[in-house]
């Protein structure tokens, strides 16, 4: 294996690692204002909400040349850019939409479908389970599995 595939599949697996944070934030938003707009609306929040607010502050901290990275904040578990971003995006977001309609018309909310509160969940730990895998495991071993399971294919 050359050193140039080695290189593209560690770029790889740092894109899908990176991923797993943007998403993640998304489901931290979209958890704030659940039931309040519509479906196509939140995926135009969200794809605005990205590219405006998610990848500025994933390049402070975590980008070369970012203002955080060389004050010296080590943001390893994202915490300032997930969760600081997201929370107050999201409190931000359900300020502005406003309360329930269900809630302020006195109506009774029926509960939602358990399975697809398990398969959320199922995804979330299951995202989780791969960043976790990422980040213990040394790049050349995922290259090494990667190619194992691709070789099996």
């Known amino acids: 294996m050359t050193s140039h595939k080695m290189r593209n599949d560690s770029e790889k697996l740092f894109m899908v690692y990176q991923m797993t944070f943007a998403v993640i934030s998304a489901a931290i938003i979209c958890g704030s204002f659940a ?3 519509r479906f196509s609306a939140m995926l135009i929040f969200i794809a605005l909400w990205h590219i405006l607010v998610y990848c500025p502050v994933a ?3 975590w980008g070369p040349g970012g203002f955080l990275n060389e ?3 080590l943001d390893y578990a994202g915490g300032d850019v997930v969760h ?3 929370g107050f995006s999201g409190l931000v977001a359900s300020l502005l939409v406003g309360k329930r309609r269900g809630i302020s018309l006195g109506q009774e ?4 479908n358990a399975l697809l509160v398990f398969l959320g ?3 979330l730990v299951a ?3 791969i960043r976790f895998l990422l980040t213990s495991c ?3 071993w995922m290259v090494r599995l990667q190619r194992r399971v691709s070789l099996r294919c």
Do not use: D
């Open 84 to 86: 600081v971003s997201a």
């Open 35 to 37: 039931e309040r707009m």
């Open 127 to 129: 995202s989780c389970s």
């Open 59 to 61: 390049h402070w901290s």
């Open 138 to 140: 040394p790049v050349g």
């Open 121 to 123: 969940a199922s995804l």
């Open 71 to 73: 004050a010296g904040c």
């Open 109 to 112: 909310i029926s509960p939602h």
